[in-house]
């Protein structure tokens, strides 16, 4: 049985960071497509980055691109969101996601559909 466990959610101030990390055990890490989304109170979830497992290919969502990146270490079972020049906007639950399908391509990255396992999420709160 696959388990995602986020951590590293947290408060900060405005333009600040944060390193979210998703530690994954359950089966192949290295082959599964790896995400994270956020939802803030009210809102659909967001799509915020992915890390293809077969490319290399990352990809991120208009409102994260140029201050978020996305990592992952293969050894160690563990995707990361590394977040800099936080805005309040940014605030919202941060979940992780796995599409283990072995699939090459995800259709649609951005897609929440795509992914058959989510973690708990992680809360991040960012003050003005």
């Known amino acids: 049985q696959v388990h995602l466990v986020e951590s590293g959610g947290g408060l900060v101030q405005a333009g600040g960071s944060l390193r979210l990390s998703c530690a994954a055990s359950?089966?192949?890490?290295?082959?599964?497509?790896m995400a994270w989304f956020r939802q803030a109170s009210g809102k659909e979830r967001e799509f915020v980055a992915v890390?293809?497992?077969?490319?290399?290919?990352?990809d991120y969502g208009d409102s994260v691109k140029g201050r978020f990146t996305i990592s992952r270490d293969n050894a160690k079972s563990t995707v990361y969101l590394q977040m800099s020049s936080l805005t309040p906007e940014d605030t919202a639950v941060y979940y992780c996601?796995?599409?283990?399908?072995?699939?090459?391509?995800?259709?649609?990255?951005?897609?929440?559909?795509?992914?058959?396992?989510w973690g708990q999420g992680t809360q991040v709160t960012v003050s003005s």
């Open positions: 996601a796995a599409d283990r399908s072995l699939r090459s391509t995800l259709r649609v990255p951005s897609d929440p559909t795509q992914y058959d396992s």
């Open positions: 359950g089966g192949t890490f290295s082959m599964w497509h």
């Open positions: 890390f293809t497992w077969n490319t290399g290919r990352t």
